[in-house]
């Protein structure tokens, strides 16, 4: 089944402990994303890879880093989070920067 | 910049009924997609339907459509004969060239709620 799988689903944290969270898609997609979700501002973009060791930022980047060493893995990295990074997060991929994005299930965060 | 604005944040329809949600965008590219997509309560995100510009043609899913003008930049959603799955969060979403890729950009969605 062609799918984006997100891990994990619910986490919560305390200020500045590093988390991962990751991601990974099975549709040899090259184009991956994540995009944070807050009530009444819709998605909005974090970061995006267009392939493998290519990455850039998107349009809220601060406090998250994200790597791409494979085509199917592109996991979320935040090194200190704080209160405000409090979200729900999703990953997304498409076949390229043209298709539709296919989205994980979302992960909720909480950092206390 | 481009923006998408949803000018709706909740809107009500009986079941079996037809309601409209709107979407309009800016941008100065030619080139660009438009997509709804859903949240139901789960929360996942779900594409509903796909419109690319250079098409003319409405995109239609079923019992989903859109009104795609483009001169307006504008790109409403149908939902014909409303049932209580249709509850959810709408999306409008424009995905067109910036910076040399193309963004995602989103609504701040529109929730729906079908009455039975």
């Known amino acids: 089944e062609a799918q984006v799988t997100q891990n994990p689903r619910y986490l919560i944290t305390v200020t500045g402990k590093k988390l991962t969270v990751t991601c990974s898609q099975n549709m040899n997609h090259e184009y991956m994303s994540w995009y944070r979700q807050d009530p009444g501002l819709g998605l909005r973009q974090i970061y995006y890879?267009?392939?493998?060791?290519?990455?850039d930022k998107g349009d809220v980047p601060e406090g998250y880093k994200v790597s791409r060493k494979e085509k199917r893995n592109f996991p979320l990295i935040l090194e200190s989070p704080s209160p405000n990074q409090t979200s729900l997060y999703f990953c997304?991929?498409?076949?390229?920067?043209?298709?539709?994005?296919?989205f994980g299930q979302g992960t909720r965060l909480t950092v206390v | 910049a481009q923006t998408v604005t949803q000018s709706q944040p909740e809107m009500s329809v009986q079941e079996a009924e037809t309601v409209t949600l709107s979407c309009t965008y800016d941008?100065?590219?030619?080139?660009?997609?438009l997509f709804w997509y859903k949240q139901p309560p789960s929360r996942q995100m779900i594409l509903v339907i796909r419109q690319e510009a250079y098409k003319q043609q409405n995109a239609t899913e079923n019992r989903f459509s859109v009104n795609f003008q483009k001169a307006a930049k504008s790109f409403s959603l149908k939902i014909s004969d409303s049932q209580l799955g249709d509850a959810a969060m709408y999306f409008c979403?424009?995905?067109?060239?910036?910076?040399?890729?193309?963004?995602?950009?989103f609504g701040t969605g529109t929730r729906l709620k079908v009455l039975a």
């Open positions: 979403a424009y995905r067109g060239r910036t910076s040399g890729t193309y963004k995602y950009i």
């Open positions: 890879s267009m392939n493998v060791e290519v990455t």
């Open positions: 941008t100065s590219e030619s080139d660009y997609y």
């Open positions: 997304a991929s498409s076949f390229n920067d043209r298709g539709a994005a296919f």
